[in-house]
C-alpha cells in the first residue's frame, strides 16, 4: 500500500458531496452560497466575501494546530524510530502553534466581540494538554510496537481533497492516518472537539468507503478509529459492514440531490440566484456565522 494507488481525477465543475458541505447546506443556504458560489454574487463584493470566508475561531485552531503537529509527528516516526524528547517536540510545538495563531484573523477579534486572543491559555494550553495526551496513550506505544514495520505504507493526510465516487457521484472524505497491520488496514482521524456519535459515524463510514475505492480493502479488514485528544485520549471504533456502506450511500445520494435542487446547472455546478439560497429562520445561528454581516442581522 502506498500513495501512489490512490487514484487521481481530472477537475469537473461538478459538484462533490462532503460532510461539511452538506452540513453548511443544511445549518444556513445563505452562509452555503457565500461559501460556495461567492464569485457569482455580482452584486456583492468578493473581496469582502473571501475575507470573511478566512475568519476562523479559537475551536477551530485547536484542531487546525494539532492536526498540524501531529502530521509532522507522524512523519517523523516514519524516519527514525528514536524515542520522542518531549522538550524539544513541546518547544516545537509551541513555535508552530504561535506562528500558525499569529497567521489567522478570527471572528471574535474581527467582529469586536473581544480585543484579543490568549495565545497561551485559549489556543497553545489545549492543544499542548492534547499532544500530551497522545505521547502518553497506549496507541502511541503500540504504533511503536506494531506499526513501524510498516512505516513505508503509511498514509498520512494523503494530498488532495479525499476525492473518491460513490455510484458515480463526486464525494470527498479526507482521511488523516492510515497504515496497515497484517491484512487489516487501521484509519485513525483525530478529534479536539465535543464528541458527537451522529457526525463521526458518518464520518467513519466515509472513511471506510474511501479505503475501499481507493485501496481495495474489503470493509472487513478496515478497522476506523476516532481518536478524541481532549479532554483525555479516548477512542472509538467501528468496523462497517456492506449494511451501513448501502445506507451511507443512500445519504450521500440524497443529500446530493438536494444540494443539486439550488443548482441552475448541477453538471457545472452553476447556482440559482442568490435569493433563492434563503437564510436561516433560526437567528441565534447568525450570532456566530462569519457572514453575518452581509445578511442585515447583526
Known sequence: MSEAVIRQFGYTDVLGWSYSRYSTFQSCKRQYYYEKY???????????????AQLTTVPLEIGNISHKILR???KRLQRTSAEIDPGRFF??????????????????????VRDEIDFENEIYEPVRAGLDNFLRSERLQWLFEEA?????????????????????????????FIFPIGDELHILDWKTGKEDYRKHSTQLRGYAYWANFHL???????????????????????????????????VVKGQTQEMYSLCAEPELNIPLPKEEFRMTPHENFCKTCKFRELCDRM
Not at 513505508?152 to 488523516?176: M, Q, S, T
Open 72 to 74: 509532522t509527528l507522524l
Open 216 to 250: 481495495e480493502k474489503e470493509y472487513a479488514q478496515i478497522q476506523t478509529t476516532i481518536a478524541h485528544l481532549l479532554p483525555d485520549y479516548k477512542e472509538n471504533s467501528q468496523r462497517v459492514n456492506e449494511y451501513d456502506i448501502e445506507d451511507f450511500s443512500n
Open 91 to 112: 518547544d516545537y510545538a509551541y513555535r508552530e502553534a504561535y506562528s500558525i495563531f499569529r497567521s489567522k484573523l478570527f471572528d471574535e477579534i474581527y467582529y469586536g
Open 38 to 52: 461567492a464569485k457569482y454574487d455580482v452584486a456583492g463584493d468578493l473581496m469582502q466575501i473571501r475575507k470573511l
Open 148 to 176: 513501524l514495520v510498516t512505516k513505508d505504507d503509511w498514509v498520512i493526510e494523503p494530498d488532495g481533497f479525499g476525492e473518491f465516487r460513490i455510484e458515480g457521484l463526486k464525494a470527498y472524505c479526507k482521511v488523516d
